[in-house]
Nanobody, 113 residues
Framework: VRLVESGGGLVQAGGSLRLSCAAS????????MGWYRQAPGKQRELVAT???????NYADAVKGRFTISRDNAKNTVYLQMNSLKPEDSAVYYC????????WGQGTQVTVSS
C-alpha cells in the first residue's frame, strides 16, 4: 500500500487547510485510515481516524475544528482543518490500517500567529 499526502503549507491562525491522502496498491484489506501529527520534540499523536464503514474518531484537541472524510471511489482520505491554531503546527502523517499499518511520507503544516 502506498500513501501520498498533499495539501500542507503555511497559513495564518484562524485559517483553513485541507490535507489529502491518496492510497494505491493492495488496499482491499485496509479497514481504517487516518492522520497522525508530530511536532518538533513531541511524540506522534493521533488526530483523526475513519473506518471503512465511515465511523470517525477525533483527538479532543481538534474536535469541532477538523473533519475527516473519505472518497472510496478515489481511495482518498481528506482532513479538513478549520480555525487553525499555532499549536496545530506539525508534520501530518496519513496512515492506513490493514494487517499491517502503512504510512505516508508526511506533509508539513505551519500555522503562524
Amino acid at each position: 500500500v502506498r500513501l501520498v499526502e498533499s495539501g500542507g503549507g503555511l497559513v495564518q491562525a484562524g485559517g483553513s487547510l485541507r490535507l489529502s491522502c491518496a492510497a494505491s496498491g493492495f488496499i482491499a484489506n485496509v479497514n481504517a485510515m487516518g492522520w497522525y501529527r508530530q511536532a518538533p520534540g513531541k511524540q506522534r499523536e493521533l488526530v483523526a481516524t475513519i473506518t471503512s464503514a465511515g465511523g470517525t474518531n477525533y483527538a479532543d484537541a481538534v474536535k469541532g475544528r477538523f473533519t475527516i472524510s473519505r472518497d472510496n471511489a478515489k481511495n482518498t482520505v481528506y482532513l479538513q482543518m478549520n480555525s487553525l491554531k499555532p499549536e496545530d503546527s506539525a508534520v501530518y502523517y496519513c496512515y492506513a490500517q490493514g494487517v499491517l499499518r502503512y504510512w505516508g511520507q508526511g506533509t508539513q503544516v505551519t500555522v503562524s500567529s
